[in-house]
């Protein structure tokens, strides 16, 4: 991972993670090392970082429950982990689907209807991926993370319905919605 961090240091390219460690399921997809390579060596130079909330509760070794626990670990990733900025996703939390992106300076809440569905397979692979597209763009933080709330709003609430489990969003659902448009 070494090999990586320069380019990583380099103010000018956008870095995102999704910091994939916990499975559905709630099993832990990385060892110790694993993790402790992902809090030491990766989400500290993170231009955005977009854990899940089972995700955030391991790096922060915390319980996270309610809004204000949202805010007490959206502080604390930000001044203890050193990322630019975090958007803890709320698709683990009952009621809507809200999303907070935390900077050093702000804490913006990105509400959302939650969708009944069980396709939401990459949900969060897809957002940090979004994200990441729209500041090589050049936009800014806040820009970035709100376009990509509503391409996987959309994405979610469009879903082909495909296969038996957790299937995928609809990844194209924004050309569907522009030909409406039309």
Same mark, same amino acid.
């Given at each position: 991972?070494?090999?990586?961090?320069?380019? /990583?240091?380099?103010?000018?390219?956008?870095?995102?993670?999704?910091?994939?460690?916990?499975?559905?399921?709630?099993?832990?997809?990385?060892?110790?090392?694993?993790?402790?390579?992902?809090?030491?060596?990766?989400?500290?130079?993170?231009?955005?970082?977009?854990?899940?909330?089972?995700?955030?509760?391991? /790096?922060?070794?915390?319980?996270?429950?309610?809004?204000?626990?949202?805010?007490?670990?959206?502080?604390?990733? /930000?001044?203890?982990?050193?990322?630019?900025?975090?958007?803890?996703?709320?698709?683990?939390?009952?009621?809507?689907?809200?999303?907070?992106?935390?900077?050093?300076?702000?804490?913006?809440?990105?509400?959302?209807?939650?969708?009944?569905?069980?396709?939401?397979?990459?949900?969060?692979?897809?957002?940090?991926?979004?994200?990441?597209?729209?500041?090589?763009?050049?936009?800014?933080?806040?820009?970035?993370?709100?376009?990509?709330?509503?391409?996987?709003?959309?994405?979610?609430?469009?879903?082909?319905?495909?296969?038996?489990?957790?299937?995928?969003?609809?990844?194209?659902?924004?050309?569907?919605?522009?030909?409406?448009?039309?």
């Amino acid at each position: 991972m070494d090999v990586v961090r320069p380019y /990583i240091l380099n103010d000018r390219i956008p870095y995102v993670i999704d910091p994939v460690m916990v499975a559905k399921s709630g099993d832990d997809l990385l060892d110790d090392a694993g993790k402790s390579a992902v809090r030491y060596k990766l989400l500290d130079v993170a231009t955005v970082a977009t854990p899940n909330l089972p995700e955030l509760e391991r /790096i922060l070794e915390m319980t996270i429950e309610t809004r204000d626990d949202i805010d007490r670990a959206g502080r604390r990733f /930000i001044n203890e982990i050193g990322s630019q900025a975090v958007v803890i996703k709320g698709g683990h939390m009952e009621g809507d689907a809200t999303d907070y992106l935390f900077t050093k300076h702000d804490c913006i809440v990105l509400p959302a209807e939650r969708t009944v569905t069980r396709h939401t397979h990459g949900t969060g692979c897809t957002l940090s991926a979004v994200i990441a597209a729209e500041l090589a763009k050049g936009r800014s933080i806040e820009a970035s993370v709100r376009t990509a709330k509503a391409y996987i709003t959309s994405a979610i609430q469009h879903a082909p319905g495909l296969g038996h489990g957790n299937g995928p969003v609809n990844h194209f659902s924004y050309m569907e919605e522009s030909n409406h448009e039309n």
